[in-house]
């Protein structure tokens, strides 16, 4: 495969798009710098030539043959949360927004699917769904994403442990191919062996290999109570060991998150709550597990929290504070809701993975992670989803030089991602693989892999045209065929 070559967005094929999307086209002064980056501005901006507001599966259509017919890139676009560089229109051309296909369709509450566009933010289906007494499990950190979004990077969040991720809750999908053509993958049901999982593969495809314009998601019956404990720990190593135990009591939390002191207190002063003690009885705090628990009433919760601390506090919990009023479940989960938005507040340059390692490995990984920083002009802060081994590990610096920052942040992400798989681990859990992190999915997946993954890109996407420079296609790489 030669290096691949786009075309201009001219004059007439703006004309084209716009008869296309009933005029809902930005070009020039009209596309403002939100479409030029995601939240990890780290990774480069580039100003796409035209920005298209499609409202419908079929305004999709047309836009996708208009621009296979003229090889023009395109790149889709939910709310830009992204942290890898996915939505960036790194080679020009289109920028195909889904932020207007932001209608909840309908649900059958009978079989407890709910069809969306994908448009709608992971916040507004969660509180709809939940005015019905139903839930929808996924529960991404940044809940103002766009389902698509999350659906396109199989986001997992702080509920997976108990309720899985993004994946597990994806029944069909309405799919818009590079070529134009629609296709209906899955069904709302709950089993299928019916062929290649095509709907399987668009999850986690970054919009690479095709744009979602519905979805038809699982959801479940609302548990009707949900309390939280605060597990304060001397060290992150008692911390972590913890986990295993409170799995092994069989107490099946719906979320297990690990904090570090640093960061607790650089985020309760953004939120001007004090929430998590720092001394307890003479002992210093310097980690912290933060559990929920749901069922039914709150005398099963209290027996399952009773069980629960007995496990913590023989692991060496300092003590065990529980929230079960709705004010204290609120500050409590504030608090960690809010940790990469202290980190990016008091941040000038910041990059960041997401590794996923086995669970019992976690420390070990930290611990190695952190020795990375010594000498260099990057200091990191971490936390992450205890109950599944998904650890956010970020590079912070306050210094100016991006070069050098760059530079160095390269050297201690093949460090780390390279500790990671020897602990068993991958090098993304649910952030993604984007543009910022192609060099190392290609050192770590292999070149088998590799060739594998490129053969399925350009099975889908004959003319490479979709989300050019991500996950495993660079157009300015050449391949074997």
Not at 34 to 47: K, L, V
Not at 392 to 399: A, K, P, R, V
Not at 429 to 447: C, N, Q, T, V, W
Request: aromatic fraction near 6%; include cysteine.
């Amino acid at each position: 495969m030669e290096k691949t070559s786009y075309n201009k967005v001219t004059n007439d094929i703006v004309e084209l798009l716009k008869k296309a999307c009933n005029g809902h086209v930005l070009t020039g002064d009209q596309i403002n710098d939100d479409f030029c980056h995601d939240e990890m501005r780290i990774y480069g901006t580039a100003m796409p030539d035209v920005v298209v507001e499609a409202e419908t599966t079929e305004e999709v259509s047309e836009v996708m043959k208009i621009c296979s017919a003229n090889r023009i890139p395109v790149t889709p676009s939910g709310a830009r949360t992204d942290l890898a560089g996915g939505p960036v229109a790194k080679y020009g051309g289109v920028i195909l927004s889904t932020t207007k296909m932001n209608k909840i369709l309908s649900y059958d509450i009978d079989n407890l699917v709910v069809r969306i566009q994908p448009g709608v933010l992971l916040n507004d289906l969660a509180q709809d769904a939940l005015s019905k007494g139903l839930m929808y499990p996924p529960d991404p950190g940044e809940k103002f994403a766009t389902v698509g979004g999350n659906v396109s990077t199989n986001a997992g969040g702080m509920r997976a442990v108990k309720y899985g991720t993004t994946r597990d809750y994806v029944r069909a999908m309405t799919v818009v191919l590079p070529t134009g053509e629609i296709v209906h993958e899955g069904a709302a049901v709950s089993k299928c062996s019916s062929g290649y999982g095509i709907k399987d593969l668009m999850i986690g495809s970054e919009g690479t290999l095709g744009i979602i314009t519905e979805l038809t998601l699982k959801l479940i019956v609302a548990p009707k109570e949900t309390m939280s404990m605060i597990v304060p720990f001397p060290t992150l190593e008692d911390a972590i060991h913890s986990v295993p135990k409170l799995f092994a009591a069989h107490l099946n939390p719906q979320a297990l998150e690990f904090m570090e002191k640093d960061v607790v207190i650089d985020t309760e002063k953004l939120l001007g709550k004090d929430v998590y003690p720092k001394t307890l009885d003479g002992v210093d705090i310097n980690a912290y597990v933060l559990v929920t628990f749901d069922g039914n009433d709150q005398d099963e919760l209290m027996d399952i929290i009773e069980a629960a601390s007995e496990v913590v506090l023989e692991a060496g919990a300092v003590d065990v504070l529980v929230a079960d009023t709705p004010q204290q479940l609120r500050d409590a989960w504030a608090v960690r809701s809010s940790l990469l938005e202290s980190i990016e507040g008091n941040t000038k340059l910041l990059d960041e993975c997401d590794v996923v390692v086995p669970i019992t490995k976690i420390p070990e990984f930290l611990t190695y992670v952190k020795t990375l920083q010594n000498g260099h002009s990057y200091t990191i802060k971490d936390f992450g989803h205890a109950g599944d081994g998904n650890l956010h590990i970020y590079l912070c610096s306050n210094d100016d030089d991006k070069e050098q920052f760059m530079r160095e942040s390269g050297e201690f992400m093949k460090k780390a991602y390279a500790k990671a798989v020897e602990l068993g681990g991958l090098i993304s859990g649910e952030h993604g693989i984007g543009s910022g992190k192609m060099d190392y999915l290609k050192e770590f997946a292999g070149p088998v892999n590799m060739r594998l993954m490129r053969g399925i890109k350009k099975v889908f996407d004959p003319n490479m045209i979709l989300n050019p420079g991500k996950v495993c296609f660079d157009p300015e790489e050449c391949y074997e065929d």
